[in-house]
């Protein structure tokens, strides 16, 4: 092998691993940004960086900081409230635009993590992110979507492949200099090993064995992290409650239903008769008339035609409960319509069909339409973590939407937060502790309030109190 065909092929490696290096390192601060905007922003922020939420819409953010220094951007992140205090021009405008609503302060992000958060705001803003697929603004991005999985596959695939390359060409180069140093040493040529030869010596097995170990290593610790995570997940329910009517149309309080959560650890799903405190009155809903209501009916056994709860109703056949849904349907068809029709008995008898498969599972061996609704689970945390709603709702005053978003303005309920071990402990550390009216902290507030009287601090935060021990959540 001559000298340039050599140089050649150290220029050919040299500019792969560059590239390759500064793909990785771009894609590596991306997905550092993206963690970091979901442990910290995104909770206030729409993550389509198009769309107000609590906060404004993100996207272009740096475009409007342009006419003041970065280092104003970052402090900004950091601590708003600061820069209000001191009467900058663009936080001052920002304020009075969406105050009385107060920015989170984040002291512990470095130049580099807010560096970051910008870049992931930016491709995503733009749609150029590694790996990224566009979703509809109304729907946000709450967490990856199957695409989006398959296309950051897709760039792996396409990594090893330059790594499977480069480990060729070295191994090439290798052999050639052996070739050339053993040559110039006996003064003969000896035998050259095939590509095959070199693809299969201990070096090369012993390389792709411990490749694999780290690689296989990496994706197992991966998933394991990930484990039970299940943000964005947005099942179908057995009956269709809409919490966009119950909460946000009628404002009806999320402790109403959820009673649980202002006096125990859960905050407990509501049993039929907690609907049926309303639903014996309401029986046609404004959004889907018979069709879900009455499932909830047939659920309890409770008659729509007598206003009455059926007795005996455990024992009774499916053709018998049939005939008294069926005919509360097709009267209040009746009475809407003027008269039964054929659309009317395809709707009574989609109806029906509704209510066998909301409330009945052949697989699990539940063949009877009598029983408690199955509801899907959707928030699950792990066993080993300890959480109290009535810690956070009573004593805490955390507000649902905190942790669950706007679920007023949601149809179908998704899980809105990450919950994951990060998130929990930024939000104990940027959380002030309310001490107004609130005898829970009365310990605490004789301990600092010398301390805030002084000004040697101006806030005491969940973490100060000991948030952030581990024994505080796991056992």
């Known amino acids: 092998m001559t000298l340039n065909c050599l140089k050649n092929r150290f220029l050919v490696l040299f500019f792969s691993i560059f590239s390759l290096s500064v793909i990785a390192q771009d894609q590596a601060a991306i997905e550092s940004g993206k963690t970091l905007f979901k442990n910290n922003c995104a909770s206030c922020h729409n993550k389509d960086m198009k769309s107000k939420l609590t906060g404004p819409a993100l996207g272009g953010v740096e475009e409007r900081w342009a006419d003041y220094p970065q280092e104003d951007l970052y402090t900004w992140i950091r601590n708003s409230q600061s820069m209000i205090s001191q009467g900058h021009p663009r936080a001052t405008e920002l304020w009075n635009e969406w105050k009385p609503t107060v920015m989170n302060s984040f002291p512990?992000?470095?130049d580099e993590d807010v560096a970051n958060i910008l870049a992931y705001i930016n491709c995503t803003y733009e749609?150029?992110?590694?790996?990224?697929?566009?979703?509809?603004?109304?729907?946000?991005?709450?967490?990856?979507s199957k695409g989006e999985q398959e296309s950051n596959s897709l760039v792996y695939v396409f990594l090893l492949a330059i790594l499977a390359l480069l480990a060729i060409i070295l191994a090439r180069i290798i052999s050639n200099l052996n070739y050339m140093a053993v040559m110039r040493e006996k003064g003969e040529a000896p035998e050259r090993k095939t590509l095959v030869e070199i693809l299969t010596s201990k070096g090369v097995i012993s390389f792709a064995i411990f490749a694999a170990v780290v690689i296989g290593g990496f994706i197992t610790v991966n998933n394991a992290i990930n484990l039970g995570r299940q943000q964005g997940y947005e099942p179908d329910q057995p009956i269709k409650f809409s919490h966009v009517t119950h909460a946000g149309v009628h404002k009806i309080d999320c402790n109403y239903c959820h009673d649980g959560a202002r006096r125990s650890k859960h905050s407990v799903i509501p049993a039929?008769?907690?609907?049926?405190?309303?639903?014996?009155?309401?029986?046609?809903?404004?959004?889907?008339?018979?069709?879900?209501?009455?499932?909830?009916?047939?659920?309890?056994g409770y008659d729509p035609n007598t206003d009455k709860y059926i007795e005996d109703y455990e024992s009774m056949s499916e053709e018998d409960i049939k005939r008294i849904y069926t005919k509360w349907i097709a009267d209040t068809y009746i009475t809407d319509k003027g008269s039964l029709d054929s659309e009317g008995e395809e709707l009574i008898e989609n109806q029906w069909n509704g209510i066998v498969s909301s409330l009945t599972n052949e697989e699990a061996g539940d063949t009877k339409i009598q029983g408690p609704i199955e509801w899907v689970r959707i928030h699950n945390m792990p066993d080993h973590v300890y959480f109290n709603h009535a810690q956070h709702v009573s004593v805490g005053k955390v507000e649902c939407q905190t942790c669950h978003g706007k679920v007023e303005e949601m149809e179908v309920v998704k899980q809105y937060s990450p919950?994951?071990?990060?998130?929990?402990?930024?939000?104990?550390?940027?959380t002030e502790v309310k001490f107004a009216d609130n005898k829970y902290y009365d310990n605490y507030y004789e301990m600092y309030h010398e301390q805030i009287k002084n000004n040697k601090r101006d806030k005491v935060t969940v973490e100060d109190i000991g948030g952030t021990e581990c024994q505080k959540c796991h056992y």
């Open 419 to 430: 919950l994951s071990m990060g998130w929990c402990i930024n939000c104990h550390r940027q």
């Open 108 to 110: 512990t992000l470095s």
């Open 272 to 300: 039929a008769n907690t609907c049926m405190n309303c639903h014996k009155a309401i029986k046609v809903g404004s959004q889907y008339g018979t069709g879900e209501l009455t499932k909830i009916y047939a659920s309890v």
């Open 127 to 144: 749609g150029n992110c590694p790996g990224q697929v566009q979703v509809a603004a109304d729907q946000g991005v709450p967490g990856q």
